[in-house]
């Protein structure tokens, strides 16, 4: 099994303003290194939890959801990988918007979304606070703007 990790949650900071990772805000006793890119801490995650290193893909470069899928599928590409299957697991609200640029980059793939419920914003209750309801507008936005991107290309 190959394993590729890309996943912004509550337990470390990437920043897009400063265009780096800022930090591990959760079990700093366990994940105690410095790290310069969210990639060196995920993949110290999955080390930590037993996925041997040689089966880590690396894909550090991207900036946001699209360019994720377009790198992925060039270093699958460049591994010489042919992926039938793969899990997506993302924010609940971002899931939508991770699969439709996956399926897009590997139309042949079966993909297995797992969303997590994260920020305390679940289907049930992102239009009943202005949290919720800036996270999920958030990615409809989010899907427009990159969608005109993907035309450019």
Request: glycine share 4%.
């Amino acid at each position: 099994m190959l394993y590729s990790y890309r996943q912004i949650d509550d337990a470390f900071v990437y920043s897009v303003v400063n265009g780096k990772f800022s930090g591990v805000l959760e079990k700093s006793n366990v994940y105690n290194k410095e790290y310069g890119t969210e990639w060196e801490f995920l993949r110290d995650v999955l080390i930590k939890n037993g996925v041997p290193d040689q089966k880590i893909l690396k894909e550090d470069q991207a900036t946001f959801t699209y360019e994720n899928a377009i790198y992925s599928r060039q270093v699958t590409d460049y591994a010489e990988l042919e992926i039938e299957r793969a899990i997506l697991c993302c924010k609940s609200y971002h899931a939508r918007r991770c699969l439709m640029y996956y399926q897009l980059l590997y139309p042949e793939t079966e993909f297995y979304v797992v969303p997590v419920n994260a920020d305390g914003i679940t289907r049930e209750n992102w239009r009943k606070n202005e949290e919720g309801i800036d996270a999920v507008t958030g990615e409809l936005s989010r899907i427009v703007k990159q969608f005109s991107l993907m035309l450019e290309r």
